[in-house]
């Protein structure tokens, strides 16, 4: 498993360097590993009118979804910011739609990060 983690780390970095983000300049990356691991990538994409960003975590996670892979085990989120972002809200309640389990790693650099369960960081989450 290590291995997985560390090719998920490393395809979050990666995947930031995709990010449209002309407006904040703020870059973000997310790799997410379904239950088949399988990983998918997504970036932050930036638009004029700031309500329809799609964030790089929900990028990755609807890639993923349209591909049929609807359970997911872990997801790493990398900035061009030097200290750890977290996911926003929104993105911790779409991917608790779809595996409530789900770790979190929060990316500091390819040695640096963290991980958290995805309850951890949104502990009163909605699901009907």
């Given at each position: 498993?290590?291995?997985?983690?560390?090719?998920?780390?490393?395809s979050?970095?990666?995947?930031?360097?995709?990010?449209?983000?002309?407006?904040?300049?703020?870059?973000?990356?997310?790799?997410?590993?379904?239950?088949?691991?399988?990983?998918f990538?997504?970036?932050?994409?930036?638009?004029?009118?700031?309500?329809?960003?799609?964030?790089?975590?929900?990028?990755?996670?609807?890639?993923?979804?349209?591909?049929?892979?609807?359970?997911?085990?872990?997801?790493?989120?990398?900035?061009?910011?030097?200290?750890?972002?977290?996911?926003?809200?929104?993105?911790?309640?779409?991917?608790?739609?779809?595996?409530?389990?789900?770790?979190?790693?929060?990316?500091?650099?390819?040695r640096?990060?963290?991980?958290?369960?995805?309850k951890?960081?949104?502990?009163?989450?909605f699901?009907?």
């Open positions: 498993m290590d291995e997985l983690i560390n090719e998920l780390i490393k979050s970095i990666k995947a930031k360097n995709k990010s449209y983000s002309p407006y904040s300049r703020f870059k973000v990356g997310a790799s997410i590993l379904t239950k088949s691991n399988k990983i990538t997504g970036a932050n994409v930036e638009c004029a009118s700031y309500s329809l960003t799609i964030c790089a975590e929900r990028v990755a996670a609807v890639k993923a979804i349209s591909s049929g892979e609807k359970k997911f085990k872990y997801l790493a989120i990398a900035t061009s910011r030097t200290q750890s972002d977290f996911p926003c809200g929104a993105c911790l309640q779409f991917l608790t739609e779809f595996s409530s389990n789900l770790k979190i790693i929060v990316v500091k650099s390819s640096e990060y963290k991980i958290y369960e995805l951890e960081l949104l502990p009163k989450n699901i009907l």
